[in-house]
């Protein structure tokens, strides 16, 4: 069901994992896609496989840790489709170690990446948003912002930060019909977590009510729904998306 008809949504971080994935679901319930990332091999790939199935898509080159690439992507970007009405800012990194033996560089990458990045895209593009007094801004957060996790408190503290974001952003925009809301995965099957070891995987199922771990798209159809009119009274929430695995 073509849900989006007539919209432009822009992934950032829509070269591989949840952010490709979103971008193919948000294609298929038919938004034209800004896909954005640093790849431009694995970007090309994910417009050829959106194009051969009827859909719309173009690539920006795309770093969330530079202001000048944001500005650059975002401008390209409403030139090319006019206006973008959906955002998902899911672009992030992890620099995991114990607290005591991280690197300032570690802490400084990460926050950069998962949240400042988010603060830039979202600014560069308000604009469209705010001028159309429509649109859908989807932060993608993590049940560690949530919960928190040894070896990972510059992880968290990002994803937390990006929780106190939407919901600040939330109420800033609401009054010019634009929602911000927060998705946050749990256990997901992506090259993140692809590299845990077997006993680390069964570990962290044992926490999962579910059972299993998440799919790219679970989170996906939770982000197609957020950008959906189905969802047009909600803003400033946390959907989680985690199998039970935290229950707040």
Not at 26 to 46: F, H, M, P, S, W
Request: hydrophobic share 50%; charged share 15%; net charge neutral.
């Amino acid at each position: 069901m073509k849900t989006l008809e007539g919209r432009t949504a822009f992934v950032t971080g829509a070269s591989q994992g949840i952010g490709r994935a979103c971008a193919i679901a948000l294609a298929q319930a038919g938004a034209k896609i800004a896909l954005a990332a640093r790849n431009q091999a694995r970007l090309d790939e994910v417009a050829a496989e959106i194009t051969a199935a009827g859909g719309i898509a173009q690539t920006f080159l795309l770093d969330v840790a530079s202001e000048d690439s944001i500005k650059a992507a975002a401008k390209a970007a409403v030139a090319h489709f006019g206006t973008v009405e959906i955002l998902v800012n899911n672009a992030g990194i992890t620099r995991d170690t114990l607290l005591l033996r991280m690197k300032r560089a570690d802490w400084d990458d990460v926050l950069t990446t998962n949240l400042t990045g988010a603060f830039l895209v979202s600014q560069a593009l308000l604009s469209p948003m705010l001028k159309a007094r429509w649109g859908r801004i989807i932060n993608i957060s993590s049940v560690v912002g949530e919960t928190g996790q040894a070896g990972q408190t510059n992880y968290a503290a990002s994803k937390a930060g990006l929780i106190g974001f939407t919901k600040a952003m939330a109420r800033e925009v609401a009054s010019r019909g634009i929602t911000v809301n927060a998705v946050a995965p749990g256990f997901i099957e992506t090259a993140m977590t692809h590299v845990l070891d077997e006993k680390q995987k069964q570990a962290m199922l044992t926490q999962i009510p579910l059972g299993r771990p998440g799919t790219e798209s679970d989170v996906a159809g939770a982000v197609t729904f957020l950008a959906s009119e189905a969802a047009a009274y909600i803003t400033g929430h946390v959907l989680d998306v985690n199998g039970g695995m935290y229950m707040g």
